[in-house]
């Protein structure tokens, strides 16, 4: 839409410009031509093919953009590191957003001693849009009512009020009445010609007015002023377009003129000029939305007319050649549409991380991604905010990833290495309590690629190896148990497991945590940046939707989150992009209409800290897995977790406490964000939406309940 409103209004610019600067230069029945370009360019809202030479090149990326500021304000004395890992359990004491106007308007009571929070205000295109085509429907439904009730109005009263007038001479039908000001042309299926009273007093009058008329009627022009009227409709709203009708009209009387001289000879033509100022009807009421061509007083438009008809100034060639050269050259800049910018079909000429660039190279020699090269680059770097050390929070997620394919032997000297001192993750399925060893396990270590459960080879626990559960939900906060407790919370699982990290020390576990307590719901560390896809096709026809500022990093300044939206050919899709001040990458997020990339990405902010939040329901109807996750990052980019679980389910084992179990932490974080991006359920979103009607936790669990409920 937008792209059709810039080339049609530059399109009537330049033809204006022409007019102005070559209207005695040119004959009028080409000035008149040249309106018939921009009719066309205002009834059609695509654009052909690609140019570089297109108007849209200019107003590339430079759309209306739409900021959210976060100013930051005075809060209450510093939390307790303990009050953080316990964001989501006290939710009286959080501050909400204060803005009734805006999307994360809470819902909750706030306390009285709440401390003032950062305000959130932000305009979204689609939002902004949406109201505007409202507007937009308002207008053109008036405008076309009028329109058509004046014509219709128009057309009963020269049928009530009308006799045939013969003329021998005129392929036309031709009436008198007294229901028009001049002699017109009317109607769109079966024109006729109307005259005036006047118009048959002088045999020599008639032949002129009819002689005009025809000349109307062998330009289309009872057709044209039907297009017109829809134009006028459509682009109620634009002053250039009622412009373009205004002197498009004058132009039209013009080319009648021109050419009823040359059909008359120039000996009548000071005879023709008296005789159609003389018709010249006035009237209190404008006629521009009126589908006939009577002609009415215009005080610059008769002078203007009279004029070309007694000088009648000569063409030249040149300035033709001129005009017809400057008219292609409109029609390419206005009919074609943006060539893909450089930046945009090439990722790598982007701003990049650093840190991240150094690390991968996306691009190949002859800068076409590499799919394998693109896989390597992924990094996984989670910082949690828990009671425990670095080295145990880094057991998480290994530092390197090496997917290469090992033999027998490789894969055994690799796993004795790795229990000597090494760290990771295992899904644990059963312990034998009698023999403190982890029997039945699948190494979650991405070194391990070709192994699947380690049933024959059981891994100890030492004597002196130290427990620990966690039990919080989305977040990481151990608390150390027994041996036997920590036994019994795995217990035995055929099939499924629950997800454990632990430290080797000469072969035998020294520290085991126990992340994931609670059957179906895990804690979900999964990385949400996405660079593939990214990497590999860039922003290439996808248009900024929108445009918001926060801080998300703990660095002096705000981020830049940049909403990218639109279609590749395979299907609907958007990134979010966040860069730093520097305008360097830190994020991206992805989301894609295929299912298996649905995503939905939201803004927002809790207790003083914006955050994004990502949230994914997937209810197949007979399994599913429901995630999200909601966190900020730090000053290279890397994810800072708050808080993240997935809850997976079939007609077995949903269990509605624990969906709420998952779904409480989940719904906090989502009644304090705003919409970014969103292709869930197969659509196409980017409005700041909270989507509370959808995704709240018991609208979800409504939804499960048909399916899954026992």
């Known amino acids: 839409m937008t792209e059709w409103i810039i080339s049609s209004s530059f399109l009537i610019l330049v033809i204006l410009g022409l007019r102005m600067l070559f209207r005695k230069k040119i004959s009028r029945r080409m000035q008149y031509a040249l309106w018939g370009i921009v009719l066309i360019r205002l009834l059609l809202p695509f654009q052909f093919g690609e140019s570089l030479f297109s108007i849209q090149n200019l107003s590339l990326q430079n759309g209306i953009r739409h900021r959210i500021t976060v100013e930051n304000s005075i809060q209450n004395s510093k939390q307790s590191q303990q009050n953080r890992t316990h964001l989501i359990s006290e939710p009286s004491n959080v501050s909400y957003i204060k803005n009734a106007d805006h999307p994360l308007t809470s819902l909750s009571d706030n306390s009285a001693g709440s401390s003032p929070v950062q305000n959130l205000q932000s305009i979204s295109k689609e939002s902004f849009f949406k109201f505007l085509g409202k507007i937009w429907l308002l207008g053109f439904l008036l405008a076309l009512v009028w329109i058509l009730t004046a014509n219709l109005y128009f057309y009963m009263r020269l049928r009530k009020n009308r006799k045939i007038y013969v003329f021998d001479a005129c392929p036309l039908t031709v009436y008198v009445t007294d229901q028009v000001i001049s002699p017109c042309l009317f109607g769109l299926r079966s024109p006729a010609i109307y005259l005036t009273e006047k118009a048959t007093e002088d045999e020599c009058h008639i032949e002129y007015v009819i002689a005009h008329e025809l000349c109307h009627y062998g330009h289309l022009d009872h057709f044209w002023l039907f297009l017109k009227g829809i134009c006028l409709a459509v682009w109620w709203w634009n002053p250039l377009v009622w412009a373009a009708a205004i002197y498009s009209r004058r132009d039209c009387e013009l080319a009648c003129d021109e050419a009823c001289i040359n059909q008359l000879g120039e000996e009548n033509r000071i005879s023709y000029g008296e005789t159609i100022i003389n018709m010249i009807g006035s009237s209190k009421h404008s006629y521009i939305f009126s589908g006939s061509t009577v002609m009415i007083s215009e005080k610059n438009g008769i002078k203007y007319r009279l004029k070309m008809l007694v000088k009648n100034p000569k063409t030249l060639r040149p300035a033709a050649g001129v005009v017809l050269l400057a008219a292609l050259a409109g029609i390419l800049l206005s ?226 989150i940049k909403v990218y939206a639109g279609n590749m050919g395979d299907g609907d899709m958007g990134y979010v992009i966040v860069e730093n001040t520097d305008g360097e990458l830190l994020y991206v997020g992805f989301a894609h209409d295929a299912r298996a990339c649905w995503n939905s990405i939201y803004l927002g902010e809790v207790d003083g800290e914006a955050y994004l939040f990502t949230l994914n329901p997937e209810n197949r109807e007979l399994f599913g897995c429901d995630s999200y996750q909601a966190f900020r990052l730090d000053e290279n980019g890397s994810v800072k977790l708050l808080n993240g679980a997935s809850y997976e389910y079939d007609k077995d084992t949903y269990d509605e406490n624990r969906f709420f179990k998952w779904a409480d932490p989940m719904n906090y974080y989502l009644k304090n964000s705003f919409l970014l991006l969103s292709t869930q359920d197969c659509e196409l979103r980017y409005s700041p939406d909270r989507d509370l009607e959808k995704y709240e936790k018991n609208a979800l669990n409504e939804e499960l309940q048909l399916y899954f409920k026992p």
């Not at 990214?534 to 922003?539: D, E, F, Q, V």
Request: a negative charge; proline letters at 4%; glycine letters at 6%.
């Open 335 to 560: 009919f074609t549409g943006a060539k893909a910018d450089f930046a945009l079909k090439n990722p790598s000429s982007l701003p990049v991380n650093k840190e991240f660039d150094e690390n991968s190279d996306i691009l190949s020699k002859d800068g076409e991604p590499e799919k394998s090269e693109i896989l390597s680059e992924v990094r996984e770097s989670l910082t949690q905010e828990t009671d425990i050390t670095t080295a145990e929070a880094q057991a998480t997620v290994p530092s390197e990833i090496d997917a290469t394919p090992k033999t027998e032997e490789e894969n055994t000297h690799l796993f004795e290495n790795w229990i000597k001192g090494g760290t990771g993750r295992v899904v644990a399925r059963s312990i034998s309590k009698s023999s403190r060893v982890l029997d039945r396990y699948m190494i979650a270590v991405p070194e391990f690629w070709e192994y699947d459960y380690y049933d024959e080879k059981g891994l100890f626990f030492a004597d002196d190896c130290e427990f620990y559960i966690n039990y919080e939900i989305g977040q990481l906060e151990y608390t150390p148990v027994s041996f036997d407790l920590f036994a019994e919370t795995i217990g035995s699982h055929e099939f499924d497991g629950k997800a454990c990290n632990i430290e080797f020390k000469d072969g035998e576990i020294m520290k085991a945590y126990l992340i994931d307590p609670y059957d179906g719901i895990s804690y979900n560390d999964h990385s949400p940046y996405d660079s593939t896809s990214y990497a590999l096709h860039g922003l290439e026809s996808l248009d900024l939707v929108s445009t918001y500022e926060a801080e998300l990093n703990g660095v002096e300044g705000l981020e830049t």
